[in-house]
Nanobody, 124 residues
Framework: QVQLVESGGGSVQAGGSLRLACVGA????????MAWFRQAPGKEREGVAG????????LYADSVKGRFTISQDNAKNTVYLQMNALKPEDTGMYYC?????????????????WGQGTQVTVSS
């Protein structure tokens, strides 16, 4: 059973930065892709960034390209999301997800495991 624990959320002003971390336990060979999703009140969960654990290749939502960076530290079983130049529209609950490669990276159903989330609030 894979367990994911997110941390690093908080409240910042627009233009500020935060770094989220997702520590995983119980990884198996079937967990080959990790991703960060976010969900604002009243909105659907959306993919922010995804990373393939074997290659480090990453993809981003258009709304965060150039501002967010996803990375991994395999020795620590940790995936990070560095968020710079934050905007009020980045506000939401951020979730870490793990699953197998295949399917569209930003589609929630393709991920088998989810963390509890960490709140990010950006004020103008």
């Amino acid at each position: 059973q894979v367990q994911l624990v997110e941390s690093g959320g908080g409240s910042v002003q627009a233009g500020g930065s935060l770094r989220l971390a997702c520590v995983g336990a119980g990884y198996t060979h079937t967990t080959t892709r990790m991703a960060w999703f976010r969900q604002a009140p009243g909105k659907e969960r959306e993919g922010v960034a995804g990373i393939w654990t074997s290659t480090g290749g990453a993809l981003y939502a258009d709304s965060v390209k150039g501002r967010f960076t996803i990375s991994q530290d395999n020795a620590k079983n940790t995936v990070y999301l560095q968020m710079n130049a934050l905007k009020p529209e980045d506000t939401g609950m951020y979730y870490c997800a793990a699953g197998r490669s295949g399917g569209v990276w930003d589609s929630p159903p393709v991920y088998n495991y989810w963390g509890q989330g960490t709140q990010v609030t950006v004020s103008s």
